[in-house]
């Protein structure tokens, strides 16, 4: 089978493709001429990896990509919390599903399109666990990739409804070993805390993440290809923990000091502000934003029974996961314990 992974050379992308290829397909990586291709298996004589260089919002680029292929997984966003030039998140992550979705039109060899959409496109859940039948309400948004995501998952719901055999897997908070992007936000937030620049707990405690180990996302994803039907969304959500209970876990799995103090959200409010200003200046994304620190004072706590049910899906505790990705940060020298 002849698979287009776009997205490719991200976090999630990355391992995405070692995965398929293991498993025997064929992979075509669709990539930006300026991607850093190092989350990447290398390319070499008989792995059967190609790449297709474009952009998601460069239509010609994306079908000539799609071209002769049977399956694809759309992956590719924009996975930041803020950025100087807000209307990216909706050219890109609206209409890279968009241009996908008219390339599937004109190719005749797709069979299926897996999109990775997210929970943000389900919306907030304060004060209970929310399934896949939660649609977002719309009426407010803490950030521009929020509303993003949000609406490319109707679009997709809306497309499978015209007959378009697209299948939306929504993952939490992705963490574990893979290349440290922004959206790898666990594996940045340990990089921080212990080499001292983040001397307390983050949130009040109070916040719930629904969050889940990369390899797992993986795995869902390839169950979605197997398993998932058309029109359907997938939770591919794990353990829902506060910021607080990952920061205890890791100190008991490092055998390391708790934090001794909490950072309250006005203060990390302060401090975002002074980020978006200095990145204003350096051109690089801040660590913590403002629209960040308003995802901070919500809950996005997830049901994955669902996934569990209908595909197999199989997610590992918070714990398990902390206990593989600690050792790699350690291992990099990114962390020391
Ligand atoms: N990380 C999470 O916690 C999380 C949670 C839920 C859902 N998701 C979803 O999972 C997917 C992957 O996220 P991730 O964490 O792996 O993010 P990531 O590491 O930032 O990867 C994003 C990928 O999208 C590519 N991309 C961005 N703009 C593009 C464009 N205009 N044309 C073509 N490619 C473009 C990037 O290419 P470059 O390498 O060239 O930048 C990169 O390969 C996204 O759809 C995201 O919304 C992520």
């Not at 694809?72 to 998140?89: G, R």
């Not at 795995?219 to 998932?228: E, M, Q, T, V, Y």
């Not at 350096?282 to 934003?289: E, F």
């Amino acid at each position: 089978m002849k698979v287009l992974v776009t997205g490719a050379s991200g976090f999630l992308g990355g391992r995405l493709c070692h995965a398929l290829l293991r498993r025997g397909h064929s992979v075509r990586a669709f990539v930006r001429r300026t991607s850093d291709l190092s989350s990447l298996p290398t390319l070499s004589d008989g792995v059967p990896l190609e790449l297709a260089l474009g952009d998601v919002t460069d239509y010609p680029s994306l079908l000539a990509a799609c071209s002769g292929c049977n399956v694809v997984f759309h992956a590719a966003a924009i996975v930041e919390s803020w950025l100087p030039d807000l209307s990216k998140f909706i050219s890109v992550n609206v209409g890279g599903l968009k241009n996908v979705l008219r390339a599937y039109k004109e190719t005749d060899t797709i069979e299926k399109i897996i999109y990775t959409s997210s929970f943000f496109a389900l919306g907030s859940t304060d004060g209970y666990t929310a399934d896949e039948t939660q649609m977002h309400s719309a009426k407010f948004f803490c950030s521009e990739y929020e509303k993003s995501k949000a609406v490319a998952d109707k679009i997709a719901l809306e497309a499978a409804k015209e007959g378009v055999p697209i299948v939306a897997v929504c993952p939490g908070i992705i963490y574990g070993p893979g290349k440290i992007t922004a959206g790898n936000v666990v594996a940045r937030l340990m990089v921080e805390r212990f080499n001292g620049r983040m001397p307390g707990y983050i949130g009040d405690g109070k916040e719930s993440f629904s969050f889940t180990y990369v390899e797992d996302v993986v795995n869902g994803h390839i169950l979605a290809l197997d398993k998932g039907q058309p029109g359907q969304r997938y939770l591919l959500t794990g353990e829902n923990a506060s910021f607080t209970q990952v920061f205890d876990i890791v100190a008991t799995i490092t055998n390391t000091k708790r934090p001794s103090l909490k950072i309250p959200l006005f203060v990390m409010v302060v401090y975002a502000w002074l980020l978006v200003l200095f990145s204003r200046i350096t051109g690089q994304p801040p660590l913590i934003s403002p629209p960040a620190v308003c995802v901070m004072r919500h809950q996005w706590a997830y049901s994955c029974e669902k996934a569990k049910r209908e595909l197999g899906y199989k997610p590992r505790s918070l714990k398990e996961g902390l206990e593989e990705i600690l050792p790699w940060l350690k291992k990099l020298g990114l962390i020391k314990y």
